[in-house]
């Protein structure tokens, strides 16, 4: 691994971190209506942040490389 490649790595990694704990939290904070509630807010999350983290991956390379 070149020192390049290890910048993109410590960028991704950090960038990813924050969108998942973002998207996470902020669902996280709108939950409401008890369990089922809970329910919907893990899924919008979890579908968010797949969705997000595979565009940032695209963008992040596209940029990088």
Same mark, same amino acid.
């Given at each position: ?6 910048? $993109? /790595?410590?960028?991704?990694? +950090?960038? =990813?971190?924050? /969108? #998942? @704990? +973002? #998207?996470?939290?902020?669902?996280? #904070?709108? *939950? %409401? %209506? %008890? *369990? ?6 893990? !899924? !919008?999350?979890? @579908?968010?942040? #797949? @969705? +997000?983290? =595979? $565009?940032?991956?695209? +963008?992040? !390379?596209? @940029?990088?490389?």
């Amino acid at each position: 691994l070149s020192i390049d490649d290890m910048g $993109a /790595i410590l960028v991704k990694g +950090l960038v =990813f971190g924050a /969108i #998942i @704990v +973002l #998207i996470t939290a902020a669902e996280g #904070i709108r *939950a %409401g %209506g %008890g *369990a089922a509630g809970v329910g919907r807010a893990v !899924t !919008t999350s979890v @579908v968010a942040n #797949i @969705v +997000l983290l =595979f $565009a940032f991956d695209l +963008l992040l !390379t596209a @940029v990088m490389s």
